[in-house]
């Protein structure tokens, strides 16, 4: 649960930065209109001549008064998203998408001030459809359908004036030039989406090899944490050793001795090998052909006591002539329930007014949903979030490696199964089993691709 939160945390803090830098680019690409406007004021100003050579090459004079007010209104729009949206960190995909609905449209204007149609300046267009790539694809689309809508409306707003006995010639262009331009926005939108998919891809593949890397890093570890078990397990090997092949000399005190420190380090051999025990699956389990087992009989072995804590079995949904049975690894199952009750357990003894540990298994449809509870001491959110990292335990030094959770969620995820621990601190545990009841793999028959 607490893994789910992190990432959808990360995906809608991701989500807001790319937002927030696409309002960025935006706001600065409205920043340069405005600037090149100004610019060609101050030419017209500075020098009316120089101004006309330039604007012979260029759209027909802009109508100063509403150029100027749309100067203003952009000029606002871009000081209040500044301040209000960027700086306050309210950046959303949509806000973005709709400041390009803005600028289109701001665009429309300015064209139909100054020549409309014949303004060869009706390509920036291409602007905000290719600023919309950084949204989404969605508002891509929704951009490029926009853009070519006011370009139509260009016709409406400022049709091309019947000076000459070619105008309606020169209309006809004009319109095949909105086609081409149709043509020309449908296929950008096109290449441009599928490159926006294919980063997406490269993004989750991103992630999922940096996932891998992490997996391969546990691994690792584990494989270190088996080397320094097996250099434990040799100082009393040899002292066994030792002490077995001197048993024909000793006196029988002394014989008696060394059989008592025999018993203790096969004791400690034991206690060794118990702290690295853990649910494994096994690649004999795992075949298509395992044998299926019956479900109600395989949980009641668990039913009894283990030490002086009680445990109990509860089966829903089990009635009916014939025994359900599972085609799951039957050894793999219960190494991972034999886990749990025996935590369970465990946390029992550590609280006084603990009446024990409850299995309760029930079908839900073809899924077998295994829930174990105790009251036991429980475990703080924080230990709860924790519970299923590598190495991590609550036991006391030596009393546990921190690895049976962990790899019993790894093994339930390759069973198609999942696993879920909720827990409060003095009331007591409960971990969520499920599994699919039909078989665990289905894997390729040998040599297929």
């Known amino acids: 649960m607490q893994g789910r939160k992190s990432g959808t945390f990360t995906a809608v803090h991701d989500a807001r930065r790319t937002s927030e830098i696409a309002l960025r680019t935006f706001v600065m ?3 340069v209109l405005l600037g090149l406007i100004s610019l ?8 009316p001549s120089a101004f006309a050579t330039i604007i012979s090459w260029f759209p027909p004079p802009p109508e100063p008064r509403g150029t100027a007010a749309v100067m203003v209104v952009l000029a606002l729009l871009n000081l209040g998203t500044q301040r209000w949206i960027i700086g306050s960190g309210r950046s959303t995909a949509n806000l973005a998408g709709l400041h390009l609905i803005i600028d289109a449209t701001a665009l429309t204007v300015l064209l139909a001030l100054s020549g409309g149609l014949i303004n060869s300046f009706t390509t920036m267009y291409f602007v905000p459809i290719t600023l919309a790539t950084q949204v989404s694809p969605r508002w891509t689309w929704a951009v490029s359908a926009y853009c070519l809508v006011m370009f139509a409306s260009l016709f409406a707003l400022a049709p091309v004036p019947e000076h000459s006995h070619a105008a309606h010639d ?11 331009f ?9 290449f441009v989406h599928r490159i926006a998919i294919s980063l997406d891809r490269v993004r989750h593949e991103l992630v999922r090899l940096r996932h891998e890397a992490i997996q391969d890093r546990h691994l690792a570890a584990m494989g270190t944490l088996a080397a320094g078990a097996a250099h434990e397990l040799g100082s009393p090997l040899g002292t066994i050793r030792m002490l077995v092949s001197d048993l024909n000399y000793m006196d029988e005190e002394e014989r008696s001795e060394a059989i ?8 400690r051999c034991k206690h060794i090998i118990q702290q690295m025990a853990s649910p494994e699956l096994r690649l004999a389990t795992l075949g298509r052909d395992s044998p299926t087992w019956p479900l109600a009989e395989f949980v009641r072995e668990f039913e009894g006591r283990i030490g002086e804590i009680a445990v109990t079995v509860e089966l ?12 799951q690894p039957r050894e793999v199952i219960g190494q991972i329930l034999r886990e749990l009750v025996h935590n369970a357990a465990e946390a029992c003894r550590g609280r006084e007014s603990s009446v024990g540990v409850k299995v309760s298994l029930r079908l839900d449809g073809d899924t077998v949903d295994v829930l174990v509870e105790d009251n036991g001491v429980g475990l703080d959110p924080e230990a709860t979030a924790a519970a299923f990292d590598p190495f991590f335990s609550t036991r006391e030094e030596g009393q546990g490696m921190g690895l049976g959770l962990y790899l019993a969620r ?9 696993i879920e621990l909720s827990s409060e601190l003095g009331v007591g545990s409960r971990v969520r089993v499920r599994f699919p009841l039909g078989a665990p793999l289905e894997r390729p028959p040998a040599g297929s691709g």
């Open 29 to 31: 690409a409205r920043w």
């Open 40 to 47: 060609g004021w101050a030419v017209q100003l500075a020098s």
């Open 170 to 180: 020169f209309e006809a262009h004009l319109r095949g030039m909105w086609v081409a």
């Open 182 to 190: 149709a043509m020309s926005g449908a296929l950008i939108t096109y």
């Open 260 to 267: 008592g420190t025999i018993t203790d380090e096969v004791g």
């Open 316 to 327: 829903l949904g089990l009635g009916g002539a014939t025994p359900q049975r599972c085609g």
């Open 410 to 418: 790894a093994h339930m995820r390759q069973l198609g199964g999942s």
